[in-house]
């Protein structure tokens, strides 16, 4: 997702109490950043923050973090929850290969991936966000029993993850190739933007749910 370079808004976002401003501050402090210890879960590409100001309106007892690289999308984020003020919900303006610098060991208890690019060249297969190098971050920061969930309509961009996630030694705890025909996993299906896009289309969505 790329929007028009917005004027100012790398600075509307230098302002924002939502916005996490010093990453390398936050390994080990996410309790005093939040004001308590509740689990941590995050989504890396997330967007205009559909998926997760849901999750944080409904889930008050989990804390959620958004991590997005383009300002002029985040933008879109901060203003939602400029409107909404969730006390559980902040963001990180950041490249994610970047992951470590901003979550201590074990620090997170789910990361969620919602129609990531597809980078549908071979030689930039690395920065797929289930390539392998990506999952080895992810096994970092994960607690031991976190999981990545992940959904997208790609379906090569699932198959290639699905085989990158064997390969690296991750258990499949939920896979499917058409999650709205799935009565259990859609219990509680949150919709991102792209989702509610590409689904009515007709695009059945992907989804599966690993752990270590
Ligand atoms: N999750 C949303 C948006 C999907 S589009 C939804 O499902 O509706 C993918 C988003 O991921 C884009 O906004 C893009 O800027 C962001 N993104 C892609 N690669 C990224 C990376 N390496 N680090 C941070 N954000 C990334």
């Known amino acids: ?38 689990p941590i879960h995050i989504e890396i590409g997330m967007g205009k923050g559909k998926f997760l100001l849901e ?9 959620y973090v958004g991590i997005e690289k383009y ?9 939602k929850q400029r409107e909404e ?10 490249e994610a290969e ?7 060991e074990g ?24 390539s392998r190098e990506f999952l080895a971050r992810y096994d970092g920061v994960l607690e031991k029993n976190g999981s990545v969930e992940f959904k997208t309509d790609n379906r090569e961009l699932f198959d290639f993850s699905l085989e990158a996630a064997k ?18 996993l859609m219990e509680g299906n949150v919709m991102t933007e792209y989702e509610e896009r590409f689904s009515a289309q007709g695009n059945p969505i992907h989804k599966f749910i690993i752990c270590r």
């Open 1 to 38: 997702m790329r929007l028009r370079n917005i004027k100012g808004s790398r600075e509307i976002i230098g302002a924002s109490d939502y916005v996490i401003h010093d990453m390398d501050q936050c390994p080990g402090r996410w309790g005093e950043i939040f004001g308590n210890d509740n």
């Open 55 to 63: 999750l944080a309106r409904e889930n008050p007892g989990i804390n």
């Open 71 to 79: 300002s002029s999308v985040l933008l879109r984020a901060i203003e």
């Open 85 to 94: 003020e969730l006390p559980n919900l902040r963001f990180l303006r950041m």
């Open 98 to 104: 970047h992951l470590g610098q901003a979550f201590g």
């Open 107 to 130: 620090e997170v208890q789910r990361i969620y991936l919602n129609f990531s690019d597809p980078w549908p060249k071979d030689r930039h297969a690395k920065r797929r966000l289930t």
């Open 167 to 184: 390969g690296a030694g991750w258990k499949l705890l939920a896979c499917t190739y058409d999650l709205h025909r799935e009565k259990e």
